[in-house]
């Protein structure tokens, strides 16, 4: 192409430059709404859990097309200049300069685009600058995260984010998905009066139970919650500002199984109290 353009007149060769880009553009743009199109109308109307899911293929396949219109920009920009405008070196060097000091934030959210394209994707969960989310996109000068809180549900929020912030702030990265193991705790107020036991015997009851229903973790089965690696659950003691002992029972499962096993823990604790029967069978991830 570099080749072509030496043989044309200045102004024949930025027009030339322009209109190749100018129709790569449209066919990019064209590309994504029929792909947009094609994949909603699939999954509109399903209703099993996992569709929910699919605009995330959708958001990766247009990223990998985003990113060649970056390319395809550049490259003519590039064209132009060093073919096109006469002292083209010389000019170029003026233009970055003033270009840096007049838009340094823009500019620097945009060269962070490509170290965000090389750590992260479309799908993972983060949290930067206050806002914790999903990535559904990734472009020249933000990231679009939509917000999901410590249970993995949706929040509603659509946050955007300027790329300069990915390399000027902490960033954290979070396995939020459904099959990604969590850290679950529940606090059990203690109270004689109520349970008509000792404290001693409600540990013990307590202790048995767990230790029945809640199986010990491997390494593989614990995510990023190394130290419940060899345990089935933690327990911790502390007394509240009335002086009654809480206790906080801990343990690591999947996300979509932690409140199944939550809701059997809290009917045991309560068929302690007398008000309701004991149910104490919890199933297997």
Same mark, same amino acid.
């Given at each position: $192409?570099?080749?072509?353009?030496?043989? @044309?007149?200045?102004?024949?060769?930025?027009?030339? #430059?322009?209109?190749?880009?100018?129709?790569?553009?449209?066919?990019?743009?064209?590309?994504?709404?029929? %792909?947009?199109?094609?994949?909603?109308?699939?999954?509109?109307?399903?209703?099993?859990?996992?569709?929910?899911?699919?605009?995330?293929?959708?958001?990766?396949?247009?990223? &990998?097309?985003?990113?060649?219109?970056?390319?395809?920009?550049?490259?003519? %920009?590039?064209?132009?200049?060093?073919?096109?405008?006469?002292?083209?070196?010389?000019?170029?060097? &003026?233009?970055?300069?003033?270009?840096?000091?007049?838009?340094?934030?823009?500019?620097?959210?945009?060269?962070?685009?490509?170290?965000?394209?090389?750590? @992260?994707?479309?799908?993972?969960? &983060?949290?930067?600058?206050?806002?914790?989310?999903?990535?559904?996109? #990734?472009?020249?000068?933000?990231?679009?995260?939509?917000?999901?809180?410590?249970?993995?549900?949706?929040?509603?929020? !659509?946050?955007?984010?300027?790329?300069?912030?990915?390399?000027?702030?902490?960033?954290?990265?979070?396995?939020?998905? /459904?099959?990604?193991?969590? !850290?679950?705790? &529940?606090?059990?107020?203690?109270?004689?009066?109520?349970?008509?036991?000792?404290?001693?015997?409600?540990?013990?009851?307590?202790?048995?139970?767990?230790?029945?229903?809640?199986?010990?973790?491997?390494?593989?089965?614990?995510?990023?919650?190394? /130290?419940?690696?060899?345990?089935?659950?933690?327990?911790?003691?502390?007394?509240?500002?009335?002086?009654? %002992? $809480?206790?906080?029972?801990?343990?690591?499962?999947?996300?979509?199984?932690?409140?199944?096993?939550?809701?059997?823990?809290?009917?045991?604790?309560?068929? %302690?109290?007398?008000?309701?029967?004991?149910?104490?069978?919890?199933?297997?991830?």
């Amino acid at each position: $192409m570099f080749s072509l353009l030496t043989t @044309f007149p200045h102004e024949s060769a930025v027009i030339f #430059i322009v209109s190749i880009w100018f129709i790569f553009e449209i066919v990019a743009r064209i590309v994504k709404s029929t %792909m947009k199109e094609r994949n909603y109308s699939q999954y509109a109307n399903e209703t099993s859990p996992d569709a929910g899911e699919f605009y995330l293929a959708h958001y990766r396949k247009s990223q &990998i097309i985003d990113i060649f219109r970056i390319i395809g920009f550049l490259s003519a %920009m590039s064209a132009v200049i060093i073919y096109a405008v006469p002292g083209a070196f010389s000019f170029l060097a &003026i233009a970055t300069g003033a270009m840096i000091l007049t838009f340094k934030d823009a500019i620097l959210s945009f060269v962070s685009f490509f170290y965000i394209i090389a750590h @992260f994707k479309v799908g993972d969960t &983060i949290g930067v600058s206050g806002a914790r989310g999903e990535i559904i996109y #990734i472009r020249f000068l933000n990231v679009g995260l939509v917000g999901r809180d410590a249970n993995t549900e949706h929040t509603g929020t !659509l946050h955007v984010i300027p790329n300069s912030r990915f390399v000027l702030d902490i960033v954290q990265k979070e396995e939020l998905s /459904s099959t990604s193991y969590r !850290l679950q705790q &529940i606090e059990i107020p203690y109270d004689p009066d109520n349970f008509h036991v000792s404290f001693e015997v409600f540990l013990q009851s307590l202790e048995a139970f767990l230790s029945k229903n809640l199986k010990v973790r491997t390494i593989k089965q614990v995510g990023n919650y190394r /130290s419940f690696a060899g345990t089935a659950y933690k327990l911790d003691f502390a007394y509240t500002n009335r002086g009654k %002992m $809480m206790v906080t029972v801990q343990f690591v499962g999947k996300a979509w199984h932690l409140s199944d096993t939550t809701k059997k823990i809290v009917i045991f604790v309560e068929s %302690m109290r007398g008000k309701i029967e004991k149910d104490d069978v919890i199933g297997d991830e």
